[in-house]
């Protein structure tokens, strides 16, 4: 197992990297930024997720696949602390967004009010990461649909309880016990229900975190539109 305080640290180091070095794509390695225009087309479709344990409705949807440079991209973000990554991958989000609304007015039409809901972290790896790292990328997401003319928002409003284990290496049945009734509503920060809400995560994989967001949020009456993941496994 990996140390906690290791990781931290070799975070702590990267971001101060980040200061000094040249800029390097997290894809690929090439100069010149964090994600390369060669790596841009691995986050750069909208490809339709489905899942045994997710239910037909809402529609999930994700950029890319999670393999090779979309992969690294993620680790980098959120194992080696490259935080600048939010701005591509939220920017990322936001042309999927509108990709959607285009292809289904019936889920996301154009001058609705839009509100990410960032799928929660564990609080230990929020530590280690320097915050949520999917409020980071949301607030990114909401500032570029802002500057193309949306009315959008980002409601944090979801906390993963004490208990929950990290996800790595458990069976698609473990992944559901392990979040289950664990997913908690801040209420103080709840959306709006007239808005279209959509939930945010970076790594779609068996759709148990959906689920036990989507349930929490049906807990308070708020009705998901859709799920837009950075990327999903292939199975």
């Known amino acids: 197992m990996r140390n906690p305080s290791t990781r931290g640290v070799r975070a702590c180091f990267s971001g101060l990297a980040d200061l000094v070095l040249p800029l390097r794509c997290a894809g690929c390695g ?3 930024s964090r994600w390369c225009g060669e790596c841009g087309p691995q986050l750069g479709a909208l490809r339709r997720v489905r899942r045994p344990f997710l239910d037909p409705a809402p529609a999930v949807y994700a950029l890319g696949y999670y393999r090779g ?5 993620v680790l980098a973000y959120k194992e080696s602390g490259q935080r600048g990554l939010a701005t591509p991958f939220g920017e990322r989000l936001a042309t999927g967004l509108a990709v959607l ?3 289904r007015p019936d889920l996301l039409a154009v001058g609705d009010h839009c509100c990410l809901v960032p799928a929660p ?3 230990s790896a929020s530590r280690q990461r320097g915050g949520a790292h999917m409020v980071r990328v949301g607030e990114r997401a909401v500032a570029a649909l802002a500057a193309a003319g949306w009315s ?3 409601a944090d409003c979801l906390v993963l309880a004490r208990g929950a284990r990290d996800s790595v290496g458990l ?3 473990e992944r559901t016990r392990n979040l289950a009734g664990r997913v908690r509503l801040r209420s103080g920060r709840l959306p709006s229900a007239r808005s279209s809400l959509v ?3 970076d790594v779609i994989t068996t759709g148990a975190t959906a689920t036990s967001c989507l349930r929490a949020l049906e807990t308070a009456e708020l009705r ?4 837009l993941g950075l990327t999903a496994t292939s199975r």
Do not use: N, W
């Open 199 to 201: 939930l945010i995560d």
């Open 171 to 173: 069976t698609p049945a």
């Open 101 to 103: 609304s285009k292809e």
């Open 224 to 227: 998901v539109t859709a799920v």
């Open 152 to 154: 959008c928002s980002l």
């Open 30 to 32: 090439a100069t010149g």
């Open 121 to 123: 972290s564990r609080a």
């Open 69 to 73: 440079p979309a992969r690294r991209a």
